[in-house]
């Protein structure tokens, strides 16, 4: 794969700084000196420590990959000129499969496609140093977010559409379940807070969970505090998503709650 990557797209395109850093495991971990590489840390919730994701080499289709923001610009310039990739083959990988049953997946090929605000995009996001990109194919416009932190949840791409991007709109649906929303509200009132939050929380599995560790401390800390929330749809499951207005950022949730309107299951849409 790496002689693949050099051959067919790094040195066409003149990219200087993109490629794989070949580590290797022994008695020391080893690899190619990379110059002007950014070293990679983790923020343990109170002090930076050096972070780093060892790939092995059969793993490089997922991970491993270095590159610079100049390097993916001039990339995604070549693609929207066309001069990587067929019309054909950009719209394969940005098409999203279809499922068995009919629905359509998150990813096309290698790329994730879905809707945000109301418009197709698509891109990826990934480790262990956080890179975020978002293309919008209706505006020709490539959003490329490099970060050296590895717990950081993937969202200033989206922030920078934001600008450029109308809000979605607070949905005027009547909401016949309010203690769904009373219950969420809380809940993220407590988990932002540190405070318990069970109260807010079906039986089982802690739905919280994901909320409180990792990448989920990350985003509760980036979008700040809820403001606001809306039903948009209840989904024929008896799922009901949320229109959540944060302070930084708006998002759809799904969210899944018990008899008594506490909350089971949560995730972005």
Known sequence: MPALLDREIAKPLGLSATGFAMATDGDARTGELIPKRASIYGWTGQRQRTSEFFFEQLGYGAGGLYSSARDLATLFSALDKGELLSSQSLQAIMTPASLPDGRKSGFGIGWTARDYHGVPVVGHSGGPALADVLRIPSQRRTIIVLTNQQVFFPMLAERLA???????PASKLQDDRPIVATNLTGLFGAV??????RSFVAAGKDPAEPLRSGFGKALIEAIGPLRSLSLVRVEPDGSRVFRLQFER????WRVKADADGRISDLRPT
């Open 162 to 168: 934001d600008l450029t991007l109308p809000d979605l």
């Open 192 to 197: 932002a807070a540190g405070k318990d939050h």
């Open 249 to 252: 950022k708006q998002f759809d």
